[in-house]
């Protein structure tokens, strides 16, 4: 039915109530679930009151203002959170909850996420004494410069050096090349007065590798750039134009030698180096970072499917046979678009649980100088970091696509949430980068496991079976595929395949007479799949996992859905991702009617989700503020609010604009008409 003037209400908001009519579970007791527990869902919904309350904080007319403007209103938006964080004593997660409300990246990002993480791991007690205490307090903002214009994820080919001078006890810190200058910080353009930087630590003429070093770079008292060190921004990125990423040119810049975070490597006044008890204790600070990657990744494409859900919802196009207009969230290709990825996000929520987990475990080992967990950590948050970036990066312009004409606009969110994930596929390490860390780490349990070493690890448990030889999938029948087990062991079968295929590839590679290098690179592109294959298995495993062990404590409807989510997953990306079913094929792990099975199983669970969707987006909570566009409205009232605000464009502010008396005028006037 078309909109009419004369009703009470806009059609739009009356399917909406509708949709809401027969919910077949509480989305309240969902959205505990994902928040951990109904206190911490309380909580944050008092964080976003905060944040709602305050008229500084509107995001949906920001898409009006120049880059000046968004970097001075997110300034202001930066002494609020301040104000706030300390007038209502906020603990670390209180405060990391009211960014999220706060909902825009800004200047001293990486002075939270970077900086003071930095200070605790790798600083000993009298420089956090000195600089934390001021850094928690925000008296200094700081941030985090390894990336050079020339080298980002090479972190051992840094060209900075930090040169000690043992008769004044300093570094002399230089970019002696153009390609040494540091390049990308956040917030180190115009923002903040303190880094840690990373430089290469050179005593009496010897190389120690790259080290983290506190360095002053603007005046406390004024703020203007301090002597040595040329700083600026970088210029217009894709987005986060709040943030000034900045580049720092070094010219023998003094530091005393206290400036040296030196938790684990130290130099004595006589230049007597300590190194540090393992080698890749610094990737602490790294990994912190991409564990909490993974959580900001998921918000963002909670946001954006719960937008493409909503307004996929309340939009009609085409007409059912009794002549109705129908909802395009109706039609199944949308559906086939969107409700994966509904179950990836789903996913990925069970994924930043565990991600969480391992971090605090590997935070409580490096406490207690246990580094044996390491490893393992670093290759999986590694390797999940960048499967989790791809898949949220790919979907989320999905979701763009699936708003038609008006996910062009600015107003749709879906811009600018795209503009801040892209990104994540590249800082914190290349995803392709990251994805050689995990193989190697694969392999080398690899050719321990055919060594009959011993191998305890849970993520690589599939490497305990180093048998070439694969019984068939006992599936027959739909009813099969419910099994958990079953599905989780489609991920394990295939990434056991293709790490002992990579391991016999690059073992023929080095038998051909080439290095391990070349072996290693001349493999590049399966080891890349190899990686991505394991964290498949990671987030299959853990999805499955954690969904089981809710059963006894949550309600059958809501068990219910999150096993069609859980199969929904398993089997469109098991059909759809990195040729996954083509190699359980190869193996005849699985055969062409099991392949059947599945694509009727996956039309099967779409259908089924189909009533669940607008229940399963309303479980993330997200106020309408926070989503900030009118097309993903909780009431479902869009193009009214949409119409709104195309009219506070400035644009709009005069009816005859400024360009016709200076450009139209003179064209225009000459008509005969």
């Known amino acids: 039915m078309a909109h009419t003037q004369n009703q009470s209400q806009p059609q739009e908001v009356l399917i909406m109530q509708n949709e809401r009519k027969n919910l077949s579970f509480n989305t309240r007791e969902l959205t505990y679930i994902l928040d951990g527990s109904k206190e911490r869902t309380e909580r944050n919904e008092f964080l976003s009151s905060l944040v709602e309350n305050e008229p500084i904080f509107e995001n949906q007319t920001t898409i009006y203002l120049s880059r000046e403007e968004k970097y001075i209103s997110g300034l202001k938006k930066i002494k609020k959170y301040i104000q706030l964080v300390k007038e209502h004593k906020l603990d670390s997660l209180d405060a990391w909850m009211l960014i999220r409300y706060i909902n825009q990246d800004l200047a001293f990002d990486t002075h939270r996420s970077m900086y003071t993480p930095t200070l605790e791991g790798q600083a000993s007690s009298e420089q956090q004494q000195k600089w934390l205490t001021e850094a928690l307090e925000y008296n200094i903002i700081g941030c985090y410069a390894q990336t050079e214009l020339g080298h980002g994820s090479n972190v051992r080919a840094i060209e900075t050096i930090a040169v000690y001078d043992k008769t004044t006890k300093e570094f002399i810190l230089n970019t002696p090349t153009l390609t040494a200058i540091k390049w990308w910080p956040g917030g180190l353009g115009k923002t903040a007065n303190y880094t840690i930087v990373y430089a290469r630590l050179i005593i009496d003429d010897k190389d120690y590798g790259v080290h983290s070093f506190n360095l002053p770079i603007r005046s406390k008292y004024d703020h203007s750039t301090l002597a040595g060190i040329e700083l600026g921004d970088i210029g217009p990125k894709l987005g986060f134009d709040a943030v000034d990423n900045g580049y720092m040119k070094l010219t023998n810049v003094r530091i005393p030698l206290e400036n040296l975070l030196n938790r684990f490597a130290k130099v004595d006044p006589d230049g007597s180096y300590t190194k540090p008890i393992h080698d890749k204790v610094g990737y602490a600070t790294m990994l912190f970072v991409r564990v909490i990657l993974i959580g900001y990744i998921t918000d963002l494409l909670s946001r ?113 949430l795209f503009s801040r994930i892209v990104p994540a596929c590249t800082y914190e390490g290349d995803n392709v980068v990251l994805c050689n860390q995990t193989a190697r780490y694969i392999i080398k349990v690899v050719q321990k496991s055919l060594l009959g070493e011993n191998n305890d690890s849970e993520t690589l448990r599939y490497l305990k079976n180093t048998s070439t030889s694969n019984q068939r999938w006992q599936v027959s029948q739909s009813k099969d595929l419910e099994n958990f087990d079953k599905l989780i062991e489609l991920f394990e079968v295939r990434v056991r395949y293709l790490a002992l295929k990579c391991n016999k590839y690059l073992t023929e590679e080095v038998q051909s007479g080439k290095s391990p290098e070349n072996a290693w690179q ?88 189909r009533p669940h969707v607008i229940a399963l987006t ?24 949409l119409f709104q605000l195309a009219k506070q464009n400035p644009m709009n502010s005069k009816d005859v604009h400024d360009g016709y008396q200076l450009h139209l005028k003179e064209l225009l006037v000459k008509s005969k008409l």
């Open 304 to 416: 954006a499917i719960t937008i493409a859900i909503r307004y996929s919802t309340v939009r009609r196009q085409g007409y059912t046979e009794s002549g109705e207009e129908r909802q395009v969230i109706d039609y199944q290709m949308q559906q086939y678009r969107l409700f994966p990825i509904l179950a990836t996000t789903y996913a990925l929520y069970f994924t930043t649980k565990f991600a969480d987990n391992i971090f605090l475990q590997l935070k409580k080992s490096i406490a207690e100088k246990n580094f044996s967990p390491l490893q393992e950590i670093h290759a999986t948050a590694s390797g999940l970091k960048a499967l989790t970036t791809w898949l949220a990066s790919d979907a989320i312009e999905e979701c763009r696509k699936c708003l038609g004409g008006h996910g062009y606009m600015l107003a749709c969110g879906l811009p600018n």
């Open 522 to 609: 001349s493999i590049n592109n399966e080891l890349t799949k190899l990686a991505k294959a394991h964290c498949y298995f990671v987030m299959v495993d853990q999805f499955g996992k954690q969904v089981q062990q809710l059963k006894s404590t949550i309600s059958i409807e809501i068990y219910n859905v999150l096993c069609i989510l859980f199969q929904l997953f398993v089997l469109y990306h098991l059909d759809n991702s990195d040729g996954a079913m083509a190699d359980l094929l190869t193996i005849n792990f699985i055969i062409g009617e099991q392949v059947d099975l599945i694509r009727n199983q996956i039309r099967y669970l779409v259908n089924s989700l």
């Open 618 to 641: 309303d479980a993330f909570n997200f106020p309408d503020y926070l989503l900030a566009t009118p097309l993903g409205r909780y009431d479902g009232n869009v193009y009214e609010h």
